[in-house]
């Protein structure tokens, strides 16, 4: 069989990103323009300054991507693209690229779902990773725990109910004066603190294993500044972040044994931004060697939003089949298996 080579652009939030991916499995070039610093003035993402950026960066980053893979469309089997979920305005302009891209060359266009991409950032590092397999997908957007039963076939056992993940991060790491993006700050300092200064609640959702809810901790952690600063006292940062840091801990790597444990599946993998904390890494490795599951997670870089990830995700839809059509539009709400 020859090689398949997808071309795949990423502009949901704040990174413009490109890269080619051969086989589904191989990155040939992944390039990654950050937006950040861009966005940190304000403590957040702003969704006009993102579609203007994207706007700016997005022709160079996709001939930088053929450039350095050493191609050009000519070699170029299919497109791929994020469609949603994302900011809408930030996503058309990825959408919009790739179908000019495609019209102009004809080269087939596939629309991928952002979290399917995150989820298949897992394949590339990981040649032998095959479905079925539990996910934890966590992001600064998404809370989810997935039954991946084949390739772009998703069960989602459970989701957030209101805040995601990585927006907790973000918002706690804001009231203690970390600054944004939190989730790294928060990763780091943590280390200098201790976990169990402070007792946060583990959320539970009364009717579902499965689900998240993140902002009960988020305002416990409020209420805490808040009354230390009634009283006088002093707030300890690195404690407060490793005490709150580990009640997320915890409560995904409970969800994460009792999906294991329900459905006897022996490959777990972690994916999204919030999958490259080190805590969460280190306690979800040791709660899969307890249970003898084998334990998947891709490298930090593949873990926030990146291009390389829709590519592995398209070269699964392009083989099956799923093609889009012209008519290929930005979902901002779209959900997994859509
Ligand atoms: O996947 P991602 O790049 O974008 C979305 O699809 O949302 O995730 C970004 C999120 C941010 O909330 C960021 O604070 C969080 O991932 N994040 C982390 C870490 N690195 C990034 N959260 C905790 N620990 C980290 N080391
Ligand atoms: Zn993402």
Not at 41 to 64: D, L
Not at 185 to 197: F, T
């Amino acid at each position: 069989m020859s090689d398949i080579n997808v071309l795949a652009i990423e502009s949901s939030c704040d990174e413009t990103a490109a890269s080619v991916v051969r086989n589904g499995r191989e990155v040939l070039s992944n390039i990654i323009s950050s937006q950040i610093d861009l966005h940190t003035i304000y403590g957040g993402v702003v969704p006009e300054i993102a579609s203007r950026k994207h706007t700016e960066q997005i022709n160079q980053v996709i001939e930088e991507a053929l450039k350095t893979a050493g191609m050009s469309l000519a070699n170029i089997d299919a497109v791929a693209v994020t469609y949603g979920p994302g900011l809408v305005g930030a996503l058309l302009v990825g959408v919009s690229a790739a179908k000019a891209i495609s019209f102009a060359t004809k080269i087939p266009l596939v629309g991928v779902n952002h979290i399917e991409g995150h989820i298949s950032a897992n394949y590339i590092e990981n040649k032998d990773l095959e479905p079925p397999f539990v996910c934890l997908v966590v992001s600064g957007g998404h809370s989810h725990l997935v039954k991946v039963t084949d390739y772009g076939e998703y069960e989602v056992l459970g989701r957030t109910r209101d805040d995601a993940a990585g927006e907790a991060f973000d918002k706690v790491a804001r009231a203690i004066g970390l600054g944004y993006p939190g989730g790294p700050k928060i990763d780091r300092v943590s280390n200098e603190g201790n976990p169990n200064a402070i007792e946060f609640p583990r959320a539970k959702v009364a009717d579902s294993v499965y689900d998240f809810s993140f902002s009960g901790l988020k305002s416990a952690v409020l209420n805490y500044l808040n009354s230390c600063e009634m009283k006088g006292e002093t707030v300890n940062q690195a404690d407060v972040a490793a005490s709150f840091q580990k009640a997320v801990v915890d409560v995904l790597t409970e969800h994460s044994v009792a999906a294991i444990r329900e459905f006897n599946i022996k490959k777990f993998a972690i994916a999204g931004g919030v999958a490259s904390n080190t805590h969460l890494r280190a306690s979800l490795e040791e709660a899969c060697k307890r249970e003898g599951v084998s334990f998947y997670r891709p490298s930090p870089i593949l873990c926030t939003d990146n291009a390389a990830m829709i590519g592995a995700a398209g070269y699964y839809n392009f083989i099956k089949g799923k093609i889009s059509g012209y008519d290929l539009n930005a979902v901002p709400a779209l959900k997994l298996g859509e």
